[in-house]
């Protein structure tokens, strides 16, 4: 603990900001060189995913992610609750996106055979919803004070974490959660814990076609995530509301992106909606221009003797880490289909965890194959404005399928018709898909059930709010009601059906 604190206290230091600044400078000049060049272009697609869940105890309360789980092919994260799962990148083809759904599953169930026995379970979920047995509050707040550095106690031990933490308490006026039903304030950022997200990337052959995928995913924002949301309620115990029913109706669908937003905003604006580029360049320069937080020095940490792209660079890559937009590029690390590490890549970062793996692999294939269908067909989603991307993504925010949506049609026309807006995403996810030569037995297994979420107006935050009003009608207090849902949550995710089957 000691070491960590001191790695913190270097971070905070004027004298490490301004060393980190210069690296950084000098190396996005360098790498926007190698852009130029055509130094980060691959042979092709490629497709890879982040998954994250989070431990309960039996009685479904939040707990600590046992040690031995992560023996095996699982990642910390913020809180000692969280876990995630990264998969190997595969070419983006048919091939690939079973070999991504095999890697999954296998990586999945050794995590919960391992977490089963000690007596926990990984849940696949967007938010839990039943509190730690000492309560969410005293969980949230429990921090101490170690030579002026603070520690959140339920935080994952590790110098990074520790310093954002700092360095975001020491930046804003305060640390506060404000939505319908819950205004409280924190000690530290630890409340961004309570979600747990999935982040489908796609890897783009070259970095002169990357501004049109860039740009069109963004146009996606709203759509897609409407389909997706999956954390409409906060741990139960953190409302104390008068009228249940009204809490349920001015609740956001998903709360996933406030909560993450004003864990961080308050210090400084870098959890929103990106802006267009022009150029793959401009990653770089809007990085590299972005608030700098926690920075760190390669030299303190370890180093494993294994040289990378990406360890050119490592300033540079270790800013990318705290530049939160919700699409961003990541530039380096490991392609597919041959080649050295160097390769430029789409991230997606809104869309909640979902029930099931099939259900996460049909958002990674959603994604995947809509912004490729898009493209092949020069579509014009890339010129919806800024104001519209806003609009329809925070509209799914608090709406979801409800929303108003913004999109622009393939014969260039403005719409806000979700049947327009709906047949469109299926119909050009399933183009992206056949570009890429995935079987139609492959679409339709992890396409379809996403699809019937619009046409049964299904999604796991609308099925949770349901169950909770069903509780509440048979005379269930809002808390046994809330408790009642996540249990069979949890239970159906467990039996990997999906959530379009559940009744």
């Known amino acids: ?67 031995p789980v992560f023996e095996g092919p699982c990642e910390k994260e913020l809180g000692v609750h969280n876990v995630e799962f990264n998969t190997d990148p595969n070419p983006f083809d048919g091939d690939g996106i079973a070999a991504q759904a095999a890697q999954l599953r296998r990586d999945c169930r050794r995590g919960r055979a391992a977490a089963e026995r000690e007596g926990t379970q990984l849940v696949l979920d967007g938010m839990w919803a039943i509190p730690p047995r000492e309560g969410t509050a005293a969980y949230l707040t429990a921090v101490r004070d170690r030579d002026g550095v603070t520690i959140a106690e339920n935080m994952t031990p590790s110098p990074r974490y520790y310093a954002i933490d700092n360095h975001v308490r020491r930046s804003a006026d305060r640390l506060a959660l404000s939505v319908p039903g819950v205004d409280r304030e924190f000690p530290s950022i630890l409340f961004e814990s309570l979600t747990s997200s999935i982040q489908p990337h796609v890897q783009i052959p070259s970095a002169d076609r990357f501004p049109r995928y860039y740009n069109t995913a963004r146009g996606t924002l709203g759509p897609v995530l409407a389909l997706a949301t999956n954390s409409p309620l906060l741990p139960v115990d953190l409302y104390d509301p008068d009228d249940p029913s009204r809490l349920l109706d001015e609740t956001f669908h998903e709360l996933r992106i406030p909560v993450f937003e004003q864990s961080i905003n308050r210090a400084w604006e870098k959890v929103r909606v990106p802006d267009e580029i022009t150029d793959a360049a401009d990653t770089v320069d809007r990085l590299v221009a972005d608030p700098t937080c926690a920075p760190f020095l390669r030299e303190w940490l370890e180093d494993d003797d294994r040289e990378t792209f990406a360890d050119e660079y490592w ?36 869309l909640p965890a979902q029930p099931t793996i099939a259900e996460n692999v049909g958002f990674q294939c959603l994604v995947a194959g809509l912004v490729r269908g898009l493209c092949a067909a020069d579509h014009p989603l890339a010129t919806l404005d800024r104001e519209a991307t806003e609009r329809s993504f925070y509209g799914a925010v608090e709406d979801g399928l409800d929303a108003d949506l913004a999109w622009i049609t393939a014969d260039g026309d403005r719409t806000t018709d979700p049947d327009v807006i709906y047949d469109e995403l299926f119909a050009f996810a399933r183009r992206g898909l056949r570009e890429q030569g995935v079987p139609p037995e492959t679409v339709e297994t992890f396409l379809a059930p996403i699809e019937a979420r619009w046409t049964d107006r299904t999604t796991p935050s609308r099925w949770k709010l349901a169950r909770v009003r069903d509780h509440l009608d048979g005379g269930a207090d809002f808390e046994d009601a809330v408790h009642e849902m996540q249990t069979e949550y949890v239970r159906r995710s467990g039996a990997g059906e999906p959530i379009v089957e559940w009744s």
């Open 1 to 67: 603990m000691d070491e960590y604190v001191e790695l913190v206290d270097r971070s905070l230091r004027d004298a490490t900001r301004g060393e980190f600044a210069r690296r950084v400078d000098e190396q996005g000049d360098r790498l926007t060189e190698v852009l130029r060049d055509g130094g980060l272009d691959s042979p092709g697609f490629g497709i890879g995913l982040e998954l994250e869940a989070y431990a309960v105890d039996d009685d479904g309360r939040l707990a600590r992610v046992p040690k």
């Open 315 to 350: 300033e540079l890559d270790h800013k990318r880490g705290t530049y939160w937009r919700w699409l961003r590029a990541v530039i380096g690390g490991q392609p597919v289909s041959g080649g050295d590490a160097r390769s430029i890549r789409i991230e997606y970062r809104p």
